[in-house]
């Protein structure tokens, strides 16, 4: 069974430094999002990508967090620099289209923590 | 905010039927009811998705009322492995993925 993948499974860093997470997601998926999962919450989207366009960045911190996906395939989500608060689970997901009839499949994530 | 509304935790006996329900009174007609779970430190996992019609795959059933205001989720034999957070999500599209704050089930030896 395809599935998303992504790297690390887990970082740890101090704060100011770079940190970046990559993501492949399961071939022939058009769209791709980013997630954070703070601790007992629900994950909040990020940023969503169309092939390699951002579709919604609405919610992406851009001072400090920027996503690319260059060649449309996979995609690297960075944080320069982090902060104590950027500690959480950071989760890629995957759909092949963007009907609702279009099921999201999410990788393993990456728990970061920031000290 | 979420669209839908989920008790917040329930128990369930190993080998018994897991029935956790979701309100979602404000659905509107071309919304989705999708479920997922989220095993601890995992990322969430997608189970089954209908729209009017009741839906059942390997894993799960999907009891969705008439009026759509609210639908179920059976597992008609709980493991211990089924043990998770259970998110029920309404959406209009893929990208519209609202997670509340689920239910907490565990099942019990």
């Known amino acids: 069974e395809a599935e998303v993948a992504q790297s690390p499974r887990y970082k740890i860093t101090e704060k100011s430094q770079a940190v970046a997470f990559w993501c492949d997601p399961i071939s022939g998926h058009a769209t791709l999002y980013w997630y954070r999962q703070i601790l007992g919450q629900g994950p909040e989207l990020l940023v969503q990508?169309?092939?390699?366009?951002?579709?919604?960045d609405s919610q992406l911190p851009k001072d400090r967090f920027s996503a690319e996906r260059l060649k449309g395939v996979d995609s690297t989500l960075k944080i320069q620099p982090a902060e104590l608060g950027d500690s959480a689970m950071y989760l890629c997901?995957?759909?092949?289209?963007?009907?609702?009839?279009?099921?999201?499949?999410f990788g393993p994530g990456t728990r970061l923590t920031v000290l | 905010d979420a669209k839908t509304t989920q008790p917040p935790s329930m128990d369930c006996a190993e080998g018994r039927a897991a029935n956790l329900p979701c309100n979602h009174s404000t659905i509107s007609g071309n919304e989705y009811v999708y479920w997922y779970r989220q095993i601890h430190s995992q990322g969430p996992q997608y189970i089954i998705h209908?729209?009017?019609n009741n839906e059942t795959n390997e894993m799960a059933s999907l009891i969705i009322t008439e009026d759509r205001k609210s639908s179920t989720l059976i597992l008609p034999h709980a493991t211990l492995r089924d043990t998770a957070v259970y998110y029920c999500?309404?959406?209009?599209?893929?990208?519209?993925?609202?997670f509340g704050a689920g239910t907490r089930l565990t099942v019990k030896p």
């Open positions: 990508f169309q092939d390699e366009s951002v579709v919604d």
């Open positions: 997901a995957s759909s092949s289209g963007l009907l609702a009839i279009d099921t999201q499949y």
């Open positions: 209908g729209l009017k």
């Open positions: 999500i309404v959406r209009v599209a893929a990208s519209d993925m609202r």
